[in-house]
């Protein structure tokens, strides 16, 4: 099993480090990551024009992985835009301030809510619609944006994602990697993910109640589709607002979340998932930004000009907050797919991608018994993880949990489960700052700054996941 090391992957786990620390420390890591990806080219091609080439390379394929993302919170958020400036938006979300009170229940009902639809639909296509409807509420009683961007990542990409117990992809995956029932990694993870998930959720809002009394809360704000600068060609009117019926306005508002609701029966009936879901709630805030234009400067006779400047105002944010994102995600695909797609065959014969190599180094290296054997798991998770996919490796964290239980003779379907919840909550979007971007950007924060309010509380629910594993295999 083992694989051999080269400079490529010793260059790489260098620049890991590297930008950890940048991130750690609240510095910008895009000239390291370029750095970085300036020097695995010059390994992978000895030439100089082959690695500057790289770099403008690396960034296109970044760009594409993450344009469906881009595109739906553009979307989302032109389409926020309207709604806000009609008063649509408050009209909707008036009768649910009456549940959520509180900062402390908007935190945790925009969780739960989260963690359920999450289940049902993965976390891209919920936080677009529980973001959209919930998060104006939650300002309104209290609750910080980044708070709101918090539970929504925590809840959707980290419980709901990392057990993964209606879709069944995850678990489907480790299982077939190690040669076990799906059933059997289910269930040995139900405790491992409700581990897990007390004691980020918790400990997260614990930290956050705790920077707010000392006055040391940071809210990581970036902009947000209530706040975005009006346009000044084909903008919106001078006063930001767009005068509109009550009885028009109450319609729409009552309108606007059946169609949500019929996109979510939709994704029933037609066992719609992931990117297809996702581009079901798309389409319709497309269609919803049309009509209410229209509907709403139907006066002006402006409406078509208005759709084109709501889009464009959409746009602007999405690349505004996915261009500091692009780069480190750039780096961080060469670790997986990218860097066969970009340098050709250049890694050794039965070569993973790089970072699946560094894991199955460590655990070549590792002495095998239980509590190694957790710990392991856990870190090789984390590190498959940090491609941002958070799917990518755990095919391999389930073929390592298969070797080691066979070499203990037990725990087959706790490490292997394990290692699955510990590359979700890495690298399926509560850690990486690209994988979680969907949460910052509709929230309007930084997904640097949500990042590094996770890390904490992810870091101690690893830990005592990893303890309460030890326990179990």
């Not at 790489?12 to 970085?36: E, Q, S």
């Not at 510990?422 to 850690?431: C, Y």
Request: aromatic content about 8%.
């Amino acid at each position: 099993m083992g694989i051999q090391l080269t400079a490529i992957h010793w260059v790489y786990l260098v620049f890991i480090v590297f930008i950890l620390a940048l991130l750690i420390k609240r510095r910008d890591t895009t000239m390291i990551c370029v750095t970085g990806i300036l020097a695995l080219g010059l390994l992978a091609t000895a030439t100089l024009s082959g690695s500057v080439s790289g770099i403008f390379n690396s960034f296109v394929y970044a760009t594409k992985e993450l344009l469906g993302t881009i595109m739906i919170i553009s979307i989302i958020v032109a389409m926020s835009r309207i709604l806000i400036i009609t008063g649509i938006n408050e009209t909707m979300v008036s009768p649910l301030t009456r549940f959520l009170r509180t900062p402390a229940m908007a935190y945790w009902g925009i969780g739960l809510i989260m963690m359920v639809t999450s289940f049902f639909f993965w976390p891209s296509p919920a936080v677009a619609l529980v973001g959209a409807v919930l998060l104006p509420v939650a300002v309104r009683v209290g609750l910080p944006a980044l708070g709101a961007a918090v539970a929504m990542n925590l809840f959707g990409h980290g419980i709901a994602l990392s057990g993964d117990y209606i879709i069944q992809g995850a678990p489907k995956l480790t299982a077939d990697a190690a040669g076990l029932p799906v059933s059997s990694v289910m269930q040995a993870s139900i405790p491992l993910v409700a581990v897990m998930g007390i004691v980020t959720t918790v400990s997260a809002f614990w930290m956050m109640k705790r920077d707010q009394k000392n006055g040391t809360w940071r809210d990581g704000r970036v902009a947000s589709p209530g706040a975005a600068e009006p346009l000044t060609d084909a903008g919106t009117e001078d006063e930001g607002q767009v005068l509109m019926s009550d009885r028009l306005r109450k319609g729409l508002a009552i309108a606007i979340p059946l169609l949500f609701l019929l996109d979510v029966t939709g994704m029933f009936v037609l066992h719609l998932q992931g990117g297809d879901a996702t581009a079901l709630v798309g389409g319709t805030a497309v269609l919803i930004l049309i009509v209410v234009t229209l509907l709403a400067h139907r006066g002006q006779g402006q409406g078509l000009e208005k759709i084109t400047a709501y889009l464009i105002e959409g746009f602007i944010f999405g690349f505004k907050v996915f261009g500091p994102v692009i780069p480190i995600a750039a780096f961080f695909y060469l670790g997986d797919a990218a860097f066969t797609e970009l340098y050709g065959k250049v890694l050794p014969d039965g070569s993973h991608g790089i970072v699946n190599d560094l894991g199955v180094a460590l655990a070549d290296h590792v002495p095998l018994n239980g509590a190694a054997s957790a710990v392991t798991l856990t870190v090789i998770g984390a590190i498959t993880g940090l491609d941002g996919s958070g799917f990518s490796g755990i095919s391999l964290a389930g073929s390592i949990a298969g070797l080691f239980a066979a070499a203990i003779h037990s725990g087959a379907a706790t490490l292997t489960a394990l290692g699955q919840v510990a590359a979700i909550w890495v690298g399926g979007g509560t850690l990486i700052p690209w994988a979680l971007i969907p949460a910052a950007a509709i929230c309007g924060v930084s997904p640097f700054e949500l990042a590094r309010r996770n890390l904490k509380p992810v870091l101690l629910g690893l830990a005592a996941m990893t303890i309460v594993a030890m326990f179990l295999v």
